[in-house]
Each structure stands twice: as structure tokens, then as C-alpha cells.
């Protein structure tokens, strides 16, 4: 078992930034891939952006040159660097860890408010 807890989100007027974290505890040794969803009211989960074990990155057209991912495979975390915010970057925001044999784990999710 893996258990996620995410901190990081807020209200921010647009144009801002912020920064999303995940923490992983348990079995944190079967972890391949680390990543960020989001769900807005009314529309289904998407991918936001992942990162595997090996670095290899999927990062969404939506957000490309706007947020990074990172991970830090020592403290078993993943970020989600978030700059440039835009009022459709409201959502829910999940983190999701998947083990090398495609178990799935998510976060509680955390909410994202871009508003002036």
C-alpha cells in the first residue's frame, strides 16, 4: 500500500503561481510513475503532467511552458511547479502514483482557485 497526502493549493489571481506537492508513504519502493490530474466542475479527470522513474516527462498541451513537474525520489515526493496561472487552471488537483505493476494510488486532491 502507498499512501498520498498533497499540499500547495490556494487561491491565486491569475497570472499567478504556485506549487503543488506529494508525499508517498508505505510501500514507496514499487513506484514508477509519479503525476498531477485535475478536474474542473463538470468535466472528467485529465492528465495534467507525469514523470516517470527514469525522468521521461508527459506534460499536457494545455499547460506546456507554464508548469513543471519534478520528483525527489529521496523524500518520495513529487511537485508541480505552476506558473502563469489561468482562470481554466481551476480544478482539483490530484496526485497519482502508479507501481511497477500498474497499482494506482491517489491523492485526496487539493483545490486550485485562479480568480481575481
Known amino acids: 500500500q502507498v499512501q498520498l497526502v498533497e499540499s500547495g493549493g490556494g487561491l491565486v489571481q491569475p497570472g499567478g503561481s504556485l506549487r503543488l506537492s506529494c508525499v508517498a508513504s508505505?510501500?514507496?519502493?514499487?513506484?514508477?510513475?509519479m503525476g498531477w490530474y485535475r478536474q474542473a466542475p463538470g468535466k472528467q479527470r485529465e492528465l495534467v503532467a507525469s514523470?516517470?522513474?527514469?525522468?521521461?516527462?508527459n506534460v499536457a498541451d494545455s499547460v506546456k511552458g507554464r508548469f513543471t513537474i519534478s520528483r525527489d525520489n529521496t523524500r518520495n515526493t513529487v511537485n508541480l511547479q505552476m506558473n502563469s496561472l489561468k482562470p481554466e487552471d481551476t480544478a482539483v488537483y490530484y496526485c497519482?502514483?502508479?507501481?511497477?505493476?500498474?497499482?494506482?494510488?491517489w491523492g485526496q486532491g487539493t483545490q486550485v482557485t485562479v480568480s481575481s
Open positions: 497519482k502514483m502508479s507501481t511497477w505493476l500498474n497499482i494506482n494510488y
Open positions: 508505505g510501500n514507496t519502493f514499487s513506484i514508477n510513475v
Open positions: 514523470i516517470s522513474s527514469g525522468d521521461n516527462i
